[in-house]
Structure formats: C-alpha cells, structure tokens
C-alpha cells in the first residue's frame, strides 16, 4: 500500500491586517482581552479584489512554484472552504480555470469546517491509492484551504469577530512507496446547540470594516464556552488515536499541529498531557482562527521555518463547526 507524502506548500496571506488594537474602535473590547483569552494578535481580511477564490488560486500556484511542478501534472484538486464565492461550479474547478489546469483532473470542494484539510488529505489518500484519482502523467493533487470569513462576521459582536480571519493555503501531495500516512474523520450534527450560522446571501463586495446590504442574513454565530468544551476533549481523543494507529507516543512525535483557534485550547491539552511548548506549532497569533485554512497554513509555515525536513513525524488535529473533528499521522 502506499500513502500520501506533502512534497510542497503555498499560503495567500489577504492584504488587510487588523491589529486588536484596530478592532478595540469598532467594538467594546480590548487588546488584552483578546490577547489573553485567545492569544490572538493580529488578523487579515480581504480587500478589494480577494476573495476565497483568489486567494485559493494565489496559495496553489505558490505551492506549483515551490515544488517545481506544473499545472499539467496535476491529477485532482479538493478545496475545503465553509463560505465560497459560489457553489457551483465548484471553487475547485475554478481554481482548475484560473491555473490552466484544463486535462480532466478530478474537482471538487468540500465543507467540513475547521476539520475540512484533513477529511481533504484522507479522500486524496483514498482516492490516489486505488487509482480513481491521478496517475503516472499527474501523480499530484491540490488540496487547498480557504476562507473568507470576514463576509460572514458580525463586528458589532465581540464575542466572534475578534476570532477569525481570512486566509488560504495549498498542499500538493502525491503516494509515495516511503511514506506514511494514517487520518481519522468524525461528525456529530450539533449546530444548534454549540455553532450555528444562518446562511443567506454573502454580498461579495462586502469589506473590512463590513458594509453589507442585508446584515441580517450572513452572521456565524457561537457558543464560544460550549465549542472550547468540545475542543479539547476532541483534541485530547485523537492525540489518543493518533498514537495507538501509528505506535508513535506523543512524546515522541515531532510536532502536534491543532486548528488554530485559541492558544488556551491547545495550552489546556498540552498540559494535561505534559508535553513541551515546542511540539505545538502555532501561528494564530497573526492570523486569528482562518477555519479550513488554518491547519495548512501552519504547516506551509513550519515548512518555510524548515521544521519539515525529510524524516519529521508529526499529527495533525482539527475540530469545528458542524460538530466535525480529525486528525491525521504524515510523514516528511
Ligand atoms: N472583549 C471583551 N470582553 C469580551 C469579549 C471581547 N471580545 N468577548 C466576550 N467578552 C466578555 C463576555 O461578554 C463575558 O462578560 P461577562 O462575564 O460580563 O458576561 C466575559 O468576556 C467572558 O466571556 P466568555 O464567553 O465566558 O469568555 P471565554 O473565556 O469563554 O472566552 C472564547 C471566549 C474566546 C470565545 C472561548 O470560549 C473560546 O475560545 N471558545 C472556543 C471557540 C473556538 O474554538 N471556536 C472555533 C471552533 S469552530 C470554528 O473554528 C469554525
């Protein structure tokens, strides 16, 4: 059997940064709130002319560009995003029009939230391995991460729109006979009680600080307390599973990449299980919480840092809205 390997990585970072301190004038809260409750810092929004579309599309040519291949090789492409600028055609087949990737590769996007890059990587996995998707001429897939939250924020309210961000991220994977690979996928229908959001219409020319035609109609909504709940006992069980399905312990693997929502989540479970701040990448801090796109942008990260080298081991565990949750063993 073989499994998937990231050979590449690729990030649009949206032109806007807003500093808590930026937000402190549009909202009753303030810089140390935020910084303490959450560890955020900093956060981007799109501009005029960025969307999760062309976002996606910048973070997957980088990706092309930093692993030298070309869109040709490509053989399907899975965008994970819970607010696109359309539903069909899919962002994916768009992403495919905007890089020319125009021979037949398999697209098409999914929602599961903040746990949306890791159900992408276990259908890419499943798919590669028996042989639906790509093949010896395009041995590689796109998986890419993008969001635009900020369509779907209220900023009069401080309890979420201190949280999120925009952003994308791309990964190109292809099997490789070394690799190993082991992903976890999980759901449980609770929007009701721990995350709802009404969709309506998102007006796509909508921008930081919001102005939209019909604010009733787009708001994400939380239960803040309840999801923090939820998270870290769903972080604490895949690190469970990701060590009894791999046989690595985390004390031994590398590094622990969780979504990044909240610094106090990932805190709480690293205490709990003991482990040193090193293992636990984090970059929300810049960012704030960018859902789907917020697991590969930090590995794009670790991997401009060089933390990735060949032989690196490392889990990665998302949670979210819906309520879904997942977790995925990759090796470098
Ligand atoms: N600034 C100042 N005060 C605030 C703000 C703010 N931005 N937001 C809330 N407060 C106030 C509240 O009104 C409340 O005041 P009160 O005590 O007078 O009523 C007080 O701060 C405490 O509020 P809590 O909601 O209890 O604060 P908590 O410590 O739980 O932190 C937070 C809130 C940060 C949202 C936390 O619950 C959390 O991180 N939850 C998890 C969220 C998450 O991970 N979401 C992502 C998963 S889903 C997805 O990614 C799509």
């Known amino acids: 059997m073989s499994f998937i390997k990231i050979i590449g990585m690729g990030k649009a970072v949206p032109s806007i940064r807003v500093r808590n301190q930026d937000l402190e004038k549009t ?3 303030s810089d140390a709130w935020i910084r303490s409750r959450t560890g955020i810092k900093a956060r981007h929004f799109c501009g005029k002319g960025e969307s999760a579309l062309s976002l996606a599309a910048a973070a997957a040519e980088n990706a092309l560009r930093s692993s030298a291949v070309i869109p040709a090789q490509v053989g399907l492409v899975i965008t994970a995003c819970v607010n696109p600028d359309c539903f069909v055609p899919s962002m994916a087949c768009l992403v495919e029009e905007k890089l020319g990737i125009c021979h037949g590769a398999a697209a098409f996007d999914i929602n599961a939230a903040c746990s949306g890059f890791i159900y992408s990587l276990q259908i890419a996995q ?46 190109l994977v292809r099997l490789d006979d070394e690799a190993v690979f082991f992903s976890h996928t999980a759901a449980r229908g ?13 007006d796509m020319n909508a921008h930081y600080p919001a102005a939209r035609t019909d604010p009733a109609a787009s708001w994400l909504k939380m239960d803040g307390p309840g999801v ?14 990701l060590e009894e399905k791999s046989g690595v312990g985390a ?31 984090m970059n929300l801090q810049e960012y704030g919480n960018t859902s789907g796109a917020s697991i590969p942008l930090a590995l794009c990260e670790m991997m401009e840092k060089g933390m990735l080298q060949s032989g690196r081991r490392i889990f990665c565990i998302g949670f979210g809205a819906g309520l879904t949750w997942a977790g995925a063993y990759l090796t470098f």
Do not use: W
């Open 126 to 171: 499943a798919l590669m391995e028996n042989g639906s998707a790509c093949d010896q001429a395009h041995p590689y897939a796109l998986l890419i991460g993008t969001e635009q939250l900020s369509r779907m924020l209220n900023f009069k309210d401080r309890s979420t729109c201190v949280l999120f961000g925009d952003g994308a991220a791309a990964a």
């Open 251 to 281: 004390g031994d693997i590398d590094y622990i990449v969780c979504h990044q929502a909240n610094a106090r989540i990932i805190e709480h479970v690293r205490k709990r299980r003991g482990l040193p701040k090193e293992k636990f990448f």
């Open 228 to 241: 923090f709940r939820f998270a870290v006992t769903a972080l604490e069980e895949e690190i469970r599973l």
């Open 190 to 202: 609770d929007a009701g009680k721990l995350f709802a959001q009404t969709i309506g219409p998102n």
């Open 27 to 29: 909202v009753e809260t």
